[in-house]
């Protein structure tokens, strides 16, 4: 049996797999330590994005395939109660009687749906035609709204559609490479390695990294700027401010193919270097040097990822970004553009889909009324059945929830109870839930505790669909296995509800295939043109990057290589920004900054990768950075239990005594939820103040205080972290 190609499915990266069955002819079967066969896992060397290589995550995915897996509906009427197993007809007849039943005596902005990036283009696409045009309610919304919408919100407001305009090549063409908010080593490794073997070979390539950490990132670049938490957008105006006065402007770029330049040029002239240097508690040689690099390189890519969109000035910091691009016509061109990096493997295809609160099918905008009318007649809907007013985001619905303005709420393939801010209130909010559906692949999860309805959703290799990356490569992902028990494909789910509802002619989807060809029109003439991306021609030709229509089918590596934008005038727009700083900055009572990430090995909130026992070797417990100088100061030695407060909530974490953090910050990782140890969860700390152009919360920071752990307690950090083998066996009665 060949091999089959797909997508590995943790970050945006999109790296190419090749999964083997666990038998072959003359060759042992690898098993996990539970006796499971194991599936073999290895790079497809001809995938354009990945080029072979894959990290940990990806090599030792099929370990995970069959753990704590939920494979049947379950069912409850009140959280006190335990779960009992269902069928999927008693599933769905409830589903569908709740959704009426808030239809008709609350209204259809009382349903709510919140997505994920895990989900594939196909089940993103079929979720919005069931709520945004046949139920009537705006409000899907996805975590993406927790990493993304900020550089989407950026790259509208500049250049008048979402849509990375780069691709890898581009990482190996570059003169300099501008690295800010992004952990790219550890969050991006395939990316990062590209970039790295190249840089090593090309002496004169210069490589700058923004980051209050000094991070594995950090530790390859030319120039490391540790700038303090909040000051990024003091930065880039610092070295716009430089590149003006030494006149490093492409003004013939500028007067032909921009607009907003001398409001831009008014801001930028208060950002003196000797005052933005000492803002972001760098030296001035450093700021000028970072300025020298940018302003003496032919071709600059910039790239970035949660570290800027994750803050209440998100979409500002991405603009001010893209504004030195724009002032040295470093755009449209190889080596050069600002390009962020997607956290999720299909979150850049739920955003083609319309997977945003505030978004359509085809990169088109709820509140645009030619935009809702495509869409509508696409739908075979009545005019005016799409609402103009944008959904409830992500944090909306849980304010929702608190006010008991919603009356039903459905979750697929995500994890609030860990992933969202200020995370006691998230709770308390969830436990208010008249209905709450949660539909995944694995049980048990923080967030199935706040649930009514358990659906067992297929995952990856066991269900066919198309997943497309941060460089806009659409790749075909088609199932290799069956799915374990009564598991469906979320689009299926999807359908049936649809068909159930009553649109049963507007919901007859045979098979994936089918749904993307009738998602590809919504695409024709758009910015995002995938008319010539089907699945023959995926199946024959392999990964395709758009745009890339059925009128010629040749495929586009670059955006605004004409230099003409998606603008009502087809120029791309300056922005001019003053910093703000933190939400919530510093002060006596919480005198320092915490920020949180990512860790190489883990991705999200482990519910795949903490059943993965390498992964779990490499990071067995969280931590908190703390630089020596702050350690000193509150009597902290290495490895001891640190009580971490804000405003909000609390957690417990060993210390990790580094240099590598700028005095003042902290770092904690995100991926331990309340499963996985107690008092670990980072997001109790953190605050839901959000960027009020994307609506992105500031995940990044919050303001602490920090205070060791008497020794008494400290001697049971043993048993702070849990284990896989510390769950109990999922409660089930049966009502079959």
């Known amino acids: 049996m060949e091999p089959t190609k797909t997508l590995c499915p943790y970050c945006g990266v999109g790296c190419g797999l090749e999964v083997s069955p666990p038998a072959r002819p003359g060759k042992p079967t690898h098993r996990d330590s539970e006796g499971n066969p194991i599936w073999k896992v290895q790079g497809d060397r001809y995938h354009p994005s990945s080029q072979g290589k894959v990290c940990v995550k990806g090599a030792t995915i099929s370990e995970a395939l069959d753990k704590s897996r939920l494979k049947y509906p379950m069912m409850r009427d009140t959280l006190d109660q335990p779960f009992h197993r269902v069928t999927w007809e008693k599933a769905f007849e409830r589903i569908v009687d709740r959704i009426q039943t808030a239809q008709s005596t609350k209204g259809a902005d009382t349903i709510c749906m919140y997505g994920s990036g895990q989900l594939q283009t196909e089940d993103y696409y079929i979720a919005q035609k069931l709520l945004k045009g046949y139920l009537g309610t705006n409000n899907f919304d996805s975590n993406s709204r927790l990493c993304m919408s900020s550089a989407v919100s950026g790259y509208i407001k500049s250049f008048g559609s979402d849509g990375p305009p780069c691709c890898y090549d581009d990482l190996e063409q570059t003169d300099c490479a501008f690295l800010i908010g992004t952990n ?9 390695n590209r970039l790295r073997v190249y840089h090593k070979k090309n ?32 930065l880039v105006n610092g070295i716009a401010h430089l590149l003006m006065g030494w006149g490093r402007l492409d003004l013939g770029f500028i007067d032909e193919c921009t607009t907003g330049f001398p409001e831009y040029a008014e801001v930028i002239r208060y950002y003196k270097p000797e005052l933005v240097a000492r803002h972001c508690g760098i030296r001035l040689d450093d700021l000028e040097k970072a300025a020298r690099y940018w302003g003496e390189s032919k071709r600059v890519l910039s790239l970035w990822s949660m570290g800027i969109n994750q803050s209440s000035e998100g979409t500002a910091k991405v603009r001010t970004l893209i504004n030195l691009h724009l002032m ?8 050069a553009g600002p390009f962020s990096l997607t956290g999720q493997p299909n979150a850049m295809g739920g955003r083609e889909a319309g997977g945003l609160a505030h978004i359509l099918p085809g990169y088109r905008v709820v509140k645009n009324p030619q935009h809702r009318a495509e869409v509508e007649q696409l ?9 103009p007013v944008p959904g409830r985001s992500a944090w909306e619905m849980i304010t929702g929830l608190e006010q008991e303005e919603v009356e039903c709420l459905w979750i697929a393939a995500t994890n609030p109870a860990v992933s969202m801010p200020d995370l006691e209130r998230t709770k308390a909010a969830l436990l208010k839930s008249p209905f709450t559906i949660y539909q995944d692949a694995y049980y048990p ?39 374990p028990g009564e598991a469906k494909a979320d689009w299926e789910i999807f359908v049936e509800v649809g068909r159930r509802l009553g649109f049963v002619n507007q919901f007859n989807f045979p098979d994936s295939e089918s749904v993307r060809a009738e998602f590809l029109e919504f ?17 024959e030709q392999g990964p395709t990057q758009w745009p890339c229509s059925d009128k010629n089918g040749v495929s586009q590596e670059r955006l605004y290589t004409d230099f003409k934008f998606n603008t009502s005038d087809g120029r791309a727009k300056f922005a001019a920004y003053y910093s703000k700083g933190l939400a919530e900055p510093p002060n006596p009572g919480y005198p320092f900054v915490l920020t949180t990430g990512r860790l190489y090995g883990h991705w999200h909130t482990q519910t795949r990768t903490a059943h ?22 509150l009597d902290i030695s290495e490895n001891d239990l640190v009580e971490v407060r804000s405003r909000r909530g609390y957690g417990k974490f060993p210390a990790k005594i580094t240099k590598a953090i700028t005095p003042g910050t902290v770092f904690v990782p995100m991926h331990w939820g309340a499963l ?19 609506g992105e919360p500031e995940l990044k920071a919050c303001a602490v205080q920090l205070q060791r752990v008497q020794f008494e307690e400290n001697t049971v950090l043993a048993t702070h972290i849990k284990q896989p083998s510390d769950f109990q066996p999922i409660e089930v009665t049966s009502n079959l």
């Open 203 to 234: 002496k004169k390539v210069k490589m700058i990294v923004v980051d209050p950490r000094r991070t594995q990132t950090a530790e390859a670049a030319d120039l490391h700027l540790a700038i303090k938490p909040g000051t990024d957008i003091d």
């Open 328 to 335: 040295t016509g470093n755009i449209g061109k190889p080596g």
């Open 612 to 633: 993965i026992q390498k992964i779990k070797k490499m990071h067995p417990m969280p931590f908190i950075e703390i630089h020596p100088k702050d350690a000193r100061k």
């Open 445 to 483: 999860t923080e967030t199935a505790e706040y649930a009514h309805l358990l659906l067992p959703a297929a995952q990856w290799g066991e269900k066919t669909g198309s997943m497309t990356n941060s460089e806009r490569v659409v790749t075909l992902c088609p199932a290799f296995r069956e799915p």
């Open 379 to 387: 739908w075979g809907l009545t005019p005016g059945k799409i609402s």
């Open 676 to 694: 996985w140890g107690d008092d670990t969860e980072v997001n109790a700390l953190t605050h839901p103040e959000a960027c009020p152009e994307s």
């Open 184 to 192: 790219t080593a550890e969050c991006h490794p395939i990316v990062f």
């Open 523 to 539: 695409t024709r003439n758009r910015p995002c043109d995938m008319t010539g991306i089907t699945y023959q021609r995926l199946r």
